[in-house]
């Protein structure tokens, strides 16, 4: 199957993984890149990084800067309205995963 299909298709279950960490505590790029590869999520920077700017946009996540090291890390904590549509996203996936699994 085409990479391109799977990713169009996981993109959500990545958002609800990110809101799941991000409520949990701060995390960055890195971390979260990482995080994904152990569930078998093969996903770039490149491709993670729009992803966290577009849920700071839409308000999900909060974005903190912190120097480690001399360098500026971005962590991201969810916010109270991230909260509020991963509880809403863990009770849709778990009603489609009933109705899906073999």
């Not at 360098?71 to 549509?85: D, L, N």
Request: proline residues 2%.
């Amino acid at each position: 199957m085409e990479d391109r299909i799977l990713r169009k298709l996981f993109l959500g279950f990545i958002q609800i993984h990110i809101l799941h960490h991000a409520s949990e505590h701060p995390i960055f790029g890195v971390w979260m890149v990482e995080e994904l590869k152990e569930h078998g999520y093969d996903i770039s920077a490149g491709t993670l990084y729009p992803i966290l700017h577009n849920m700071e946009k839409d308000e999900l996540l909060l974005k903190e800067e912190r120097n480690v090291n001399g360098k500026i890390r971005k962590y991201y904590t969810a916010t109270e309205k991230g909260e509020q549509v991963l509880v809403h996203a863990r009770k849709k996936a778990y009603e489609l995963f009933k109705e899906i699994k073999e």
